[in-house]
Structures are given as C-alpha cells and as structure tokens.
C-alpha cells in the first residue's frame, strides 16, 4: 500500500513539473529582468511535458510557453531586437520535438506492455498454478524472475497428484530468458507426463534425460531435485540432478538438509558419463514442512557478499498459519537480505504435512 502511495505522490510531483518550470523562469525573468537571458528557458516546460506527459498535454503545454514567452518579451522589450524572435523560435521547436518525444515514447510503452502481457501468458502456460493441496498436504509457491521487466525465467516447478504418490520437480535451467524458457517447457512438459505413467522415480529421472539429451545435445543443463511424497508411508523420496538439497523442518523447530547417498550431474549431462542418481528416502511426518528452492535463494547476497542463511531464517519465517503467507515472508526476507533485486530467479515451493492420509475431514 505505501509503494502505490508513493507511486501517486511522484506521479503527481511530475504532473506538475512543466508549469513549475515555467513559473520559476517567469518569476525570475520578471525579477532580474530581461538582461539575465532567461526567456529562452521557457522551453523546459513543454521538453518536461514531452517525457512525462501525452503529445497532446505537451501541446498544450507549448502553446502556453508560447503565450507566457510572447508577453515576457513584450513586457521586456525584446521584440525590438531579435532577442524575442529567437526565444519564440526556442519554444517552437521544443515544444515539437517534445511533441515527437512523447508520441515516441508512448509507442514503445505500449510495445512494452504487450511484451510483458505475452511474457506473463507465457509465464503462465509454462508455470500452471500449483494445487493448493494435494492429499494431506498444503502447497505454496513463490517465483521471483531476475527478469523483472519481462517477468519470465528459467527456473521450473511443478506438483502432479499421481496414482504412484504426490510427485514434485523443483529445478533451474542453466542461463535466463527465452532459451531457458524453453528448455523448461521441454522438462515440465515431460515431467508431466512421466509423473502419471512411471512407476518410480528413477524411470522419470531416465525420460527427463533422454529429453535434455534429445532437445539440448548437451548444450544445456538443467538441476532439478524430484520428490515423491508417499504419506501412507509418512516418508519423502528424493531423486536429485545436482540440485541445492531440500530444507526439512520439524515440528521443534530443527533443520535437516537430506544429502544425497552421492553426487549426480544434472539433466542433460549424462551424455558426459558418471552414475545416475540413487533416490533416497527420508522421514516426512505430521507437522512437518518441506522446502524445495533453486540457488536464486541460497546464493543471494547482502552488500558484503555474504549469502543468505536459509536454515537459520527458516524455522522462523514458516510460522504463518497460511502456507502462502509463510512463504511470501520468506521471500521478502531474501529480497531484504540482498538489498534490491535478485540477481537470478529465485523459485520455492513449500510442502506442509497437515493430516494422516485417511483423514476423513478433508482439510
């Protein structure tokens, strides 16, 4: 609410910065007098108009810098030299090429507008909205491109409900923008698809190679970290490409960050040789929560370079009732922690274990 304030506020400052220009200059010119040379300055109104406001409000705005020069140099007595002629011929052509400027400006505004517009379609149809439950558990999601104008990046996710278990990807595409996109698209899509049809996670970790290998050549990579949550069992299976490890957190309050038994390379490497990973299982119970990130989190740093403590923030900042609300704390934190802008897109996505499996209240 105060950012939308304060957006009104230097909207309005700005709005009124044309005439303030050239009311200053008038009152100036009035009080020094026509020896100062301060007439032809009357132009800053309309060249003001021209960046901030409508080709037809700079208009305007010239027509009325006109006027205001034509009576200061009657009143100065600079018509009887080409002095007045001169600033009359100043405030005509600023005011044209502030004419141009604005009609200019617009259009590449509203080419801006369709960029984001088709960014954020995309966005959308590469990032479908997650489930905000799935089973006993509750889903949350936060993505923050390091694209802000154009809002779409390469970071991946994605919760499937499928006859095997709650399935989840989390990954992050090598390098941004539209290569990555795509490169994402072609994961998501088969991740989609092998999440219903394959019967362990090690069959979906071998499609989602054979995909990378197929569209990328080695060219790309990608490191994802699936999950396979089986709540009968109250246990979490990991199977990780070289991804940072998930962030466990218990009901005490304790941080566990679950290894992998060995290294892997991500998706898309294999080609390079080196094992496959080994999924691993861990202990996911009642009350507890799972957190899945990309590096755009962990690796983001505060003015002297040191990175964000994850596992120390937290237990503190996933309190929320509200598993949205819990993780959008967490996000701003890291936003706070790096002082401005993320330098690479930070995708979470949070797991929270509310119920048994055979709950009968549905909640």
Known sequence: ???????????????????????????????????????????????????????????????????????????????????????????????????????????????????????????????????????????????????????????????????????????????????????????????????????????????????????ANGEKFVTAILAEVRPQAEQVVFLNHGHPPPLLLREDGTVDLPEPPAFALPLGLGMHGGDSPAPYPVEFRPGQQLLLYTDGVTEARDATGVFYPLPEQAPALLVHKDAQNALEDLREDVVRHAAGPLHDDAAMLLLRYHQPWDAKDGQ
Do not use: N
Request: hydrophobic content about 50%; aromatic content about 4%.
């Open 1 to 215: 609410m105060a950012t939308i304030v304060e957006g009104q506020d230097r909207q309005l400052v700005l709005s009124w910065l044309p005439v303030a220009a050239m009311a200053v200059v008038a009152g100036v010119d009035l009080t020094a007098g026509p020896e100062v040379g301060f007439l032809p300055l009357v132009s800053l109104g309309p060249a003001f108009a021209g960046l901030i406001g409508t080709w037809r409000r700079t208009m305007l705005t010239g027509v009325v810098a006109l006027v205001l020069c034509a009576s200061l140099g009657l009143y100065d007595g600079l018509f009887e030299t080409r002095r007045g002629y001169t600033a009359m011929l100043s405030v005509a052509g600023v005011t044209a090429t502030g004419v141009a400027a604005a009609v200019m400006r617009r259009r590449r505004e509203a080419e801006l507008a369709s960029v984001r517009s088709i960014a954020e379609v995309a966005q959308r149809v590469l990032l479908r909205p997650v489930p905000r439950s799935a089973g006993p558990l509750r889903v949350a999601v936060s993505y923050t491109s390091a694209l802000a104008e154009a809002r779409i990046g390469g970071d991946l996710y994605e919760v499937v409900a499928s006859p095997h278990g709650i399935r989840v990807i989390v990954g992050d595409v090598q390098g941004k923008g539209l290569a990555a996109v795509e490169t994402a698209a072609v994961v998501l899509g088969t991740f989609r698809e092998a999440a219903h049809e394959e019967p362990d996670l090690s069959a979906i970790g071998a499609r989602l190679e054979r995909s990378m290998a197929r569209e």
